[in-house]
């Protein structure tokens, strides 16, 4: 297994399961309604439908930069608006996470070995390397879905 599948594997459980580390994103938000999802236990805390939202940006904006785009944040925003909260609005989110991991691993299979150490291009001008930063959305996706996780238990 190169480099690349074993990255393209860590991001996968990360999203669809088998983890080492416990529920993956789609674990976590596994059986949750539309109302179950957009309830956040405090004001100021993102809830589990924002956290999906965020991961599916973030998912997305990488899947640009492995394709040469140059953004600091995603193109919908850190944390997009859920909208109307609805169950055709909670599959549609659940639809994009799915659209995002498969964009991302679908642009990593593109994407050259041999540049997995070259440093990304940001508006700001070098970031972190491409591998880095693959291997950090493994680590984002894992680590909101251990959020998500702690707030159904408060529920």
Do not use: C
């Not at 965020?54 to 904006?61: G, I, Q, R, V």
Request: hydrophobic share 40%; no cysteine.
């Amino acid at each position: 297994m190169n480099v690349k599948q074993r990255l393209e594997k860590v991001i996968r459980r990360s999203v669809e399961g088998r983890a080492w580390h416990g529920p993956s994103v789609k674990e976590s938000i596994a059986g949750l309604s539309a109302e179950e999802a957009a309830w956040s236990p405090a004001p100021n805390l993102h809830s589990a439908w924002k956290l999906m939202l965020h991961l599916t940006a973030w998912m997305e904006e990488v899947t640009g930069r492995l394709e040469g785009s140059h953004h600091n944040e995603p193109l919908r925003g850190d944390f997009p608006a859920t909208g109307e909260i609805n169950a055709e609005n909670w599959g549609k989110a659940q639809q994009d996470l799915e659209s995002a991991v498969n964009g991302l691993l679908a642009a990593l299979e593109q994407f050259p070995e041999e540049r997995l150490m070259e440093r990304t291009v940001t508006e700001k001008g070098p970031g972190l390397p491409y591998f880095d930063v693959l291997a950090g959305v493994a680590q984002h996706n894992t680590y909101h879905a251990g959020q998500i996780v702690m707030m159904r238990r408060m529920r």
